[in-house]
């Protein structure tokens, strides 16, 4: 046992990781909402939660009788990131599958976003220029900047159909949001027959 192994749930008496069904009893998570991590972009999980209607967001602490945090109302979670980029945020798609039944997956691409100062070449460029650091295989080129957002919008919902970390029955959903506004426009959808 090391410092906080006792904080594992894995290390809990009675609970067998081979026999975890998932956390969905705890926390009802059903949709992923991926976006920018810029502050001004924040209330974009409420902008989804409210488009679809029938979600719980912020939703709140579920306690048991001793005050420990064992569960969660919400069903729709956030994952953020430079852009708001499908491709960035793969391996949460993983495991959010694995922890609870994703059904939804949202990507939110914003005005004003910083990635549109910038081009993929000029962000390799100054990492080789300034740092002598090759980064230029590193990451998906599209999506180190947001060119036009129609096409990266449609860029990332083709990147999530298309990548076996996304199970084929998800439903797929891109939208542009204002930030001074707040409006939410549909861009893309991929519902699977
Ligand atoms: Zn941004």
Not at 128 to 144: K, V
């Amino acid at each position: 046992m090391s410092l906080f192994s006792a904080y594992e749930y894995r290390k809990q008496p009675g609970f067998d990781m081979n026999a975890f069904h998932g956390a969905n009893e705890a926390i009802p998570m059903k949709t992923l909402v991926i976006h920018c991590f810029d502050p001004r972009a924040v209330e974009i999980p409420k902008a989804v939660a409210e488009y679809f209607g029938d979600e719980v967001y912020p939703g709140e602490n579920i306690l048991d009788e001793a005050g420990n945090r064992i569960g969660h109302t919400r069903t729709l979670f956030s994952e953020t990131n430079a852009g708001g980029r499908a491709a960035f945020a793969l391996e949460s798609v993983a495991a959010m599958d694995y922890l609870f039944s994703v059904q939804n997956v949202v990507v939110v691409h914003h005005s004003f976003c910083g990635t549109t100062t910038l081009t993929p070449e000029l962000l390799i460029g100054e990492f080789r220029d300034h740092y002598h650091a090759d980064i230029a295989t590193m990451f998906d080129h599209d999506s180190l900047a947001i060119m036009d957002y129609e096409a990266s919008l449609k860029h990332d919902v083709a990147l999530l159909r298309s990548s076996p970390a996304v199970p084929k029955h998800v439903k797929l959903y891109g939208f542009f949001y204002e930030i001074s506004t707040g409006k939410l426009t549909e861009v893309v959808r991929d519902i699977p027959a």
